[in-house]
């Protein structure tokens, strides 16, 4: 359509020539030229919208006749009509009798944008900032089929809302390898499948809070996020220090807590794994409050030097509710976990479960269950505990190279150290100062808590980096704070 109102000299379905408020939005209606007879006008009327909500027609536009527009697009005029009342009652356009159709003021011309909130590295030339696996390890051949297999062999019904609980063939799979691997008292009935360990505790903190539980105890230094998941759940945190057997019981006993959340297994950040004597006070105090140890075993299976040490739960599973989760073993993104919870708690925790989300992918469920039922989990542990022990073991070289005297602390497990190196490299501020300015990212001791001593302390992970990295990472770090 020209400014004039002529479309005498176009054919249907070509842009009109000058006409720029109008000609801007008429690329968004062609497809309405060219679509379906049915479809004609649903087309028409998506692409108005659009350009309304783009800003392509801006309040106050004038649009063209009902009779201009349909023959410039070669539809029928009461296609265009019934798109202008259609949107007129939408509140996109307005129409004055006698005075034509406009772009009405109520729509906003923002084009929506989708950010990207996911954590990503820090940039740097060498990033030892802990908790991130090897995501190169994923094993997609190997899952791809597993997921072929899953989709040809679900029924139909299958696809339907699950068990909150989680699928029971999935919940039979990790009770066997829970049972197995990790030594706990693993009843299918008291599993439930969870998006990793981060809802497990919020789904205890939801139940902790309606049983009037005010405060857990968390173990210091720790990690972080224990306090903001129990936060959203309106439970505060007591931090309770460490000493070199595990969390110390005097200051728990003392704190008048009755759930306390710890990572006997392989503690984080300290590195440390509890004594038996621990885990045994630790036991007597649950027992003594009626309380509950809420046992996150985030990387259990990685021990390197022996056999892992069997789950605290399995010693009493009355007063321990056991968590973890595929994260450090196949992939964080995938959101999987488990939560083995005692049976006092049974009923709330899936009910709350129920509430939250209906329960977890069904198709992931059914996945996570075949690869572990054909023995795929297992090669994939083997996998990640050869590749992590060569990193682990390639960082403590390095470290005595480039940092001779360095103390290498924890036991052979996980993927962090805490390393402690020689006083000459402080103070803290400066190291850390010099470090980042020459892009390595690394994190001290003190980022997760108050509980810890002076001087250049860092927890280095190392899982994410080849062991080439690994001593170019040193390397760099060193060459940074020599003088």
């Known amino acids: 359509m020209t400014p004039s109102g002529t479309n005498r000299d176009r054919p249907p379905g070509t842009a009109p020539s000058g006409a720029a408020p109008w000609a801007a939005a008429w690329e968004l209606l062609l497809p309405a030229a060219s679509a379906p007879a049915r479809a004609r006008g649903r087309t028409l009327q998506a692409g108005l919208r659009e350009a309304v909500r783009s800003g392509r027609l801006t309040p106050g536009t004038r649009l063209p006749s009902s009779r201009e527009l349909a023959a410039d697009l070669g539809v029928s005029r009461g296609l265009v009509t019934e798109a202008y009342e259609q949107l007129t009652a939408e509140g996109y356009l307005r129409s004055?009798?006698?005075?034509?159709?406009?772009?009405?003021?109520?729509?906003?011309?923002?084009?929506?944008?989708?950010?990207?909130?996911?954590?990503?590295?820090?940039?740097?030339?060498?990033?030892?900032?802990?908790?991130?696996?090897?995501?190169?390890l994923f094993p997609r051949s190997t899952w791809a089929a597993a997921q072929r297999g899953v989709l040809a062999e679900l029924p139909h019904r299958a696809l339907g809302y699950p068990d909150p609980r989680g699928l029971p063939r999935l919940r039979t799979a990790l009770a066997e390898l829970l049972s197995r691997r990790r030594g706990v008292v693993a009843d299918p009935e008291r599993i439930v499948v969870v998006s990793g360990v981060a809802q497990a505790m919020a789904l205890l903190g939801f139940v902790l809070h309606a049983r009037g539980v005010r405060d857990v105890g968390v173990e210091d230094p720790g990690s972080p996020e224990h306090g903001a998941l129990y936060a959203s759940a309106g439970v505060g945190t007591a931090p309770l220090p460490l000493d070199e057997e595990g969390l110390a019981t005097g200051p728990l006993e003392a704190s008048g807590v009755r759930a306390v959340v710890t990572t006997p297994a392989h503690q984080f950040p300290s590195g440390i794994a509890y004594s038996a004597r621990r885990r045994a006070e630790l036991l007597d105090w649950a027992r003594s409050v009626d309380g509950l140890v809420i046992e996150d075993d985030y990387d259990g299976d990685f021990r390197y030097d022996r056999a892992p040490v069997g789950a605290l739960q399995g010693l009493d599973p009355e007063h321990v509710a056991y968590t973890g989760s595929v994260s450090k073993s196949l992939a964080p993104g995938l959101r999987l976990g488990w939560l083995l919870v005692p049976a006092s708690l049974s009923e709330e925790v899936v009910e709350r479960k129920r509430t939250m989300d209906l329960g977890n992918p069904v198709v992931d469920q059914a996945l996570l269950a075949r690869f572990m039922e054909r023995g795929d989990y297992d090669r994939q542990l083997r996998r990640c505990q050869r590749a992590y022990r060569e990193r682990r073991d390639a960082l403590a070289t390095a470290l005595e190279e480039h940092f001779p005297g360095t103390e290498v602390s924890g036991i052979a497990a996980g993927l962090?150290?805490?390393?402690?190196?020689?006083?000459?490299?402080?103070?803290?501020?400066?190291?850390?100062?010099?470090?980042?300015?020459?892009?390595?990212?690394?994190?001290?001791?003190?980022?997760?808590?108050?509980?810890?001593?002076?001087?250049?302390?860092?927890?280095?992970?190392?899982?994410?980096?080849?062991?080439?990295?690994?001593?170019?990472g040193v390397r760099l770090m060193a060459d940074a704070v020599r003088d």
């Open 96 to 136: 004055d009798r006698g005075a034509g159709t406009w772009v009405g003021g109520a729509a906003r011309a923002a084009r929506p944008r989708a950010r990207d909130l996911a954590p990503r590295p820090v940039g740097a030339r060498a990033d030892f900032v802990p908790g991130t696996p090897d995501l190169s």
């Open 416 to 472: 962090h150290v805490i390393a402690a190196l020689p006083d000459r490299y402080g103070p803290l501020d400066h190291f850390l100062a010099r470090t980042a300015a020459a892009g390595v990212a690394v994190r001290p001791l003190a980022h997760y808590g108050e509980a810890v001593e002076d001087g250049v302390r860092l927890v280095l992970g190392y899982a994410h980096l080849s062991p080439a990295r690994i001593r170019d």
